[in-house]
T-cell receptor, first 116, second 111 residues
Framework: GAVVSQHPSRVICKSGTSVKIECRSLDFQATTMFWYRQFPKQSLMLMATSNEGSKATYEQGVEKDKFLINHASLTLSTLTVTSAHPEDSSFYIC????????????FGEGSWLTVV | QKEVEQDPGPLSVPEGAIVSLNCTYSNSAFQYFMWYRQYSRKGPELLMYTYSSGNKEDGRFTAQVDKSSKYISLFIRDSQPSDSATYLCAMKAGANSKLTFGKGITLSVRP
């Protein structure tokens, strides 16, 4: 199946700093990518929908100034957690929509963020 | 009523059993139906993808969609301990729409 790569898989940062997570579609072009957050033993919570070349659409309750999303190319979207705090510690997962296979959605491996 | 309902389980079966996982939904606009498998601390892995009603088979996995009943199923034949994971149903209305997930069910296959 198609591959979506996320980097880094794990990151530890100090409170107050910013962290960038990359999401790449390796073998297809993704006009739409999605960013999720997942807490232990809970389902995925959609944070935002990102379309290449345009501003991301954020879900209600998600601070767009805190979670900056950029989708500058058809294969790369980035999520930057700005001024991170311990409560931002979580598992962040991206997914990408493959228009070549009927808009099948593939997920990345996820990124564990720990803010200390 | 939630848009997508999935029995949260957990579900425990012996190795070799046939597993049946189900979801119901209320939004008649959903056209695309998916099943994902998620191992602990990993991203979801796509298992099956179906457009509209019908059956689809891939190896030990069979997905069924009944839009008239708003009901989807995933069958796993000859279940293996490696199938132990959380299974998520997901669906969307349009090609570029966001996914709506069930809560997920944790499956344990006992050797």
């Amino acid at each position: 199946g198609a591959v979506v790569s996320q980097h880094p898989s794990r990151v530890i940062c100090k409170s107050g700093t910013s962290v960038k997570i990359e999401c790449r579609s390796l073998d297809f072009q993704a006009t739409t990518m999605f960013w999720y957050r997942q807490f232990p033993k809970q389902s995925l919570m959609l944070m935002a929908t990102s379309n290449e070349g345009s501003k991301a659409t954020y879900e209600q309750g998600v601070e767009k100034d805190k979670f900056l999303i950029n989708h500058a190319s058809l294969t790369l979207s980035t999520l930057t957690v700005t001024s991170a705090h311990p409560e931002d510690s979580s598992f962040y997962i991206c997914s990408a929509s493959d228009g070549g296979t009927g808009n099948t959605i593939y997920f990345g491996e996820g990124s564990w963020l720990t803010v200390v | 009523q939630k848009e997508v309902e999935q029995d949260p389980g957990p579900l425990s079966v012996p190795e070799g059993a046939i597993v049946s996982l189900n979801c119901t939904y209320s939004n008649s606009a959903f056209q695309y139906f998916m099943w994902y498998r998620q191992y602990s601390r990993k991203g979801p892995e796509l298992l099956m993808y179906t457009y509209s009603s019908g059956n689809k088979e891939d190896g030990r996995f069979t997905a069924q969609v009944d839009k008239s009943s708003k009901y989807i199923s995933l069958f796993i034949r000859d279940s293996q301990p490696s199938d132990s994971a959380t299974y998520l149903c997901a669906m969307k209305a349009g090609a570029n729409s966001k996914l709506t997930f069930g809560k997920g069910i944790t499956l344990s296959v006992r050797p």
